[in-house]
């Protein structure tokens, strides 16, 4: 026994082995066949299921032709559909432009808007610092005027000494102080 050389796997390892793959060729091919028989009941399932659907459309519109007739009719039915929702998304974009156009228009005329606004409190800035100076002046032309009427009053009491005195020539006198 202490002589000799291990080659390779041992009897029992082997079968082993062979017991495992004899086993998975086993499950492999079942489940291959269970595919192909799934398979065909899938197939047999969905022809049945077109025969069905045909004698129900037999049994309700009375033959294929109507049967025809109606899916010709709703195609075409789809087809206006899908022309008026393309002729709608066209509306749809052109209401987007020009509620784009309007929306500029509208900030253009907020600008402008704004810039009359500054221009009407410059005026009414300029108003009411004219009015100051109008008011200025109508206070300057008040004095100016009660000044005139006191000179004017001056003017006629010198005139009427002077007259008085001109009435009497030998009769010069100062005047009263």
């Keep these: 026994m202490g002589n000799e050389c ?9 079968t082993l082995i062979l017991i495992l793959l004899f086993v998975n060729v086993g499950f492999a091919t079942k489940m291959i066949n269970k595919y192909y028989a799934m398979k065909e009941s899938g197939y047999i399932r969905e022809k049945t299921f077109h025969e069905q659907l045909q004698q129900r459309v037999m049994k309700s519109f009375g033959s294929v032709e109507e049967m025809n007739k109606m899916i010709s009719d709703i195609t075409r039915q789809k087809e206006d559909a899908e022309k008026v929702a393309s002729s709608v998304r066209e509306q749809g974009e052109q209401l987007k432009f020009v509620n784009k156009k309007l929306e500029d228009a509208k900030a253009k005329l907020e600008e402008e808007k704004a810039r009359l606004q500054k221009e009407i409190w410059e005026q009414e800035d300029s108003l009411s610092k004219a ?3 109008m008011g200025d002046k109508d206070y300057t032309i008040k004095e100016l005027m009660n000044s005139l009427e006191t000179a004017e009053k001056k003017t006629a009491a010198l005139k009427k000494q002077l007259e008085e005195h001109s009435k ?4 010069w006198s100062l005047p009263h102080q």
């Design 6 to 14: 291990v080659k390779g796997l041992s009897v029992n390892a082997k």
């Design 131 to 133: 009015k100051k100076v």
């Design 168 to 171: 009497t020539p030998g009769a």
